[in-house]
């Protein structure tokens, strides 16, 4: 089946889309180019694509893999 | 008055200097709003989150909302490696939240097991090693424990946070006589953190030296968690008055205040 990872469940997998379009779709925000959100606000997401992670600068030049395991987190109440 | 009191006693942590001496935790909070206000009450301007995945449906939905509420009321934030047990997911934790957070500062959590929830010693000193290495400001959660205090320092860390009493307890301080042990050694700040049950419990963790404390539970699970964080704000001013005061020493026999010449015969 044509799926990713995405925080533990599978997600369809739809050729040619990056990783600064998975952040989008899941946030809401639009991003620059460098991975900022267009709103000017801090984004406070950051992701990890099979065990290592993307910095926000490559988003928009990383595109999704077949079976690729993506982890999307943010910070939450704790400690 | 209280910030007469502490102006020039703020507490530098990596050339960042914090008015407030209580660190505040985000766990155990029914609701951010509350979450909120009781932060405020608290006064406190370095508050831990953890790192978690993104949620977009609406069990975690509100979490997603408590770093832009700590980014508007200007709280600096201090993201933990909570839930971790090895090095390896620690670090990896703490290069997320570099990542989403745009801060080099981690409270390093490294814990054994689920049923205390203690520091695994040597899980602590490996990621404190691998995170000073990769530039991180380490805020070394430990035991109690003094020469792994000191062995934390030597490896570079920002700042050694020995427990109180295991995570949640509110047993307060077990082993005073440790704490000082590690205060009294240590050349970066102690911050007395995990345990602490009420006011009198974080007094005395700044009389014993400590250069703040570190507590969540007590507030957010506490029946007025804005009450009992002002309490915390007030209690922590008096303990580091306390401590700079210089206390009496103690006593086995009593000792009068008035004199007693010139009494009157009766």
């Known amino acids: ?79 | 008055m209280t910030e007469t009191l502490t102006r020039n006693d703020a507490l530098i942590i990596d050339g960042v200097a914090l008015n407030s001496r209580l660190i505040m935790g985000t766990g155990g909070a029914p609701s951010l709003s509350g979450l909120g206000a009781a932060l405020i009450a608290s006064g406190t301007e370095l508050t831990t989150v953890a790192m978690r995945r993104y949620s977009v449906d609406g069990t975690a939905g509100a979490n997603t909302n408590l770093f832009g509420l700590l980014l508007e009321n200007n709280i600096r934030v201090l993201p933990n490696t909570a839930g971790c047990f090895t090095a390896r997911e620690a670090v990896m934790t703490a290069e997320l939240a570099r990542e989403a957070l745009e801060t080099d500062w981690i409270k390093l959590e490294v814990i054994a097991d689920e049923h205390t929830l203690l520091p695994d010693a040597l899980e602590l000193v490996e990621a404190t090693e691998q995170l000073v290495n990769r530039g991180f400001k380490v805020f070394a959660y430990t035991n109690d424990d003094p020469v792994l205090a000191l062995r934390l320092e030597h490896l570079g860390a920002a700042a050694v946070m020995p427990l109180g009493a295991p995570i949640g307890t509110g047993l307060g301080i077990l082993n005073p006589h440790n704490i000082e042990l590690i205060v009294s050694r240590a050349g970066i700040p102690v911050v007395l953190d995990a345990g602490i049950g009420t006011a009198s419990d974080a007094a005395l963790a700044m009389e014993l030296g400590c250069d703040a404390v570190l507590l969540a539970t007590a507030v957010t699970r506490a029946q007025d968690p804005v009450l009992m964080a002002q309490a915390f704000k007030h209690a922590v001013i008096g303990g580091r008055l306390a401590a700079q005061g210089g206390r009496i020493p103690k006593r086995q026999h009593a000792l009068a205040s008035s004199a007693m010449d010139g009494r009157p015969d009766l």
């Not at chain 1, 050729?15 to 460098?34: W, Y």
């Not at chain 1, 988003?59 to 982890?71: G, I, K």
């Open chain 1, 1 to 79: 089946m044509s799926t990713i990872q995405l925080n533990g469940s599978a997600h369809p997998y739809v050729a040619g889309t990056t990783v600064a379009e998975l952040v989008t779709a899941m946030t809401g925000r639009v991003l620059l180019a460098s991975g900022q959100a267009a709103d000017g606000g801090r984004l406070g997401v950051a992701v990890a694509r099979n065990s290592g992670i993307v910095p926000r600068s490559q988003w928009a030049a990383t595109p999704l893999e077949l079976h690729d395991e993506l982890e999307i987190v943010t910070a939450v109440q704790g400690g």
